[in-house]
């Protein structure tokens, strides 16, 4: 796989500046036009405030794109057509060449990030089981990736509309630590806690830091929970009602394997008239930040 750093980033890794890797699928799919590359640059800004150094990573030109500039990150936000990009496609897309341009998964983004020298990426939140997984078995790439690469992920646990209980055993399975930073429940996503109890915590930069330190030494990944933000943050109840009448109609519309989650969170944006956008920002936002201070911990050990 050929890798292509963008300015400084290469320097920041050998240097140990706490990087931390940016995913591009929330901006070429996640999130609605203007709001993507706002947020996209918000981002890199909180990474920067946080003391770290950001590098987005995507796909183009037959290389793996470590740290996105500007301008290609305007055509991730502004082009029709990027390829979603997961672990099964990588090797097809990059052996193409041609300008083609591609946005990373989590999966993906863990993979490469972890190929370039990055201990740290910062996401929304991670993929996993999704409900009725025992006669579809849809099961998201991420969960093995995290445990195939050294890692540490930074997410507002996983989302909502998967099943939040068989996620957790998978990881369970696959020897992937799923830590509580300041919580001792997972967060799911838009809602603070999911109800299900993690057995580790942490409550600040310096601890997760020791503890990622010993897993990434092991050659595996973790995964770092952050609660969104109590002010963003929705109501279990609400977002539970909402997501089965959108699973209903995902069913109806025949809705299926990789498009089912952008069509789940697509329908709860409706439903909720757009509070779910202000989540979604407000927990990527927090957890570039909680990302930037345990990469910078990191750095020292």
């Not at 709001?35 to 640059?41: C, D, H, K, Y």
């Not at 952050?226 to 109806?252: N, R």
């Amino acid at each position: 796989m050929n890798l292509a750093f963008g300015p400084g980033v290469r320097e920041a890794i050998d240097a140990r500046r706490g990087v931390v890797a940016l995913e591009s699928t929330v901006i070429a799919h996640g999130l609605p036009r203007p709001t993507n590359l706002e947020t996209a640059r918000q981002l890199q800004e909180d990474v920067r405030g946080a003391g770290g150094m950001p590098a987005t990573i995507c796909l183009a030109d037959g290389h793996a794109i470590i740290g996105a500039g500007d301008a290609l990150i305007q055509r991730l936000a502004d082009e029709d057509g990027v390829a979603k990009i997961s672990t099964r496609d990588l090797a097809p897309f990059l052996a193409r060449g041609g300008a083609a341009l591609g946005a990373t998964t989590v999966a993906t983004t863990a993979e490469i990030a972890a190929a370039a020298g990055i201990e740290v990426f910062a996401t929304g939140g991670i993929g996993g089981v999704h409900r009725g997984a025992e006669r579809t078995m849809d099961i998201s790439a991420d969960l093995r990736a995290l445990a195939d690469h050294p890692i540490v992920v930074v997410c507002a646990g996983a989302k909502l509309v998967l099943d939040l209980a068989k996620t957790l055993e998978v990881l369970e399975t696959l020897g992937v630590p799923v830590i509580g930073y300041g919580t001792s429940e997972l967060p799911a996503f838009y809602v603070r806690s999911s109800g299900l109890q993690l057995p580790h915590r942490v409550d600040d930069p310096e601890n997760a830091a020791r503890m990622a330190r010993i897993q990434l030494d092991r050659g595996a990944g973790m995964v770092i929970c952050v609660p969104i933000p109590e002010a963003d943050a929705m109501p279990h109840a609400q977002i539970e009602h909402e997501i089965d009448d959108a699973l209903a109609a995902a069913d109806s519309a025949g809705v299926h394997g990789a498009a089912v989650t952008p069509f789940l969170l697509a329908r709860l944006g409706e439903a909720s008239s757009g509070r779910t956008l202000t989540a979604n920002i407000a927990l990527l936002r927090n957890n570039a930040r909680v990302a930037a201070a345990i990469a910078v911990a990191l750095a020292g050990i």
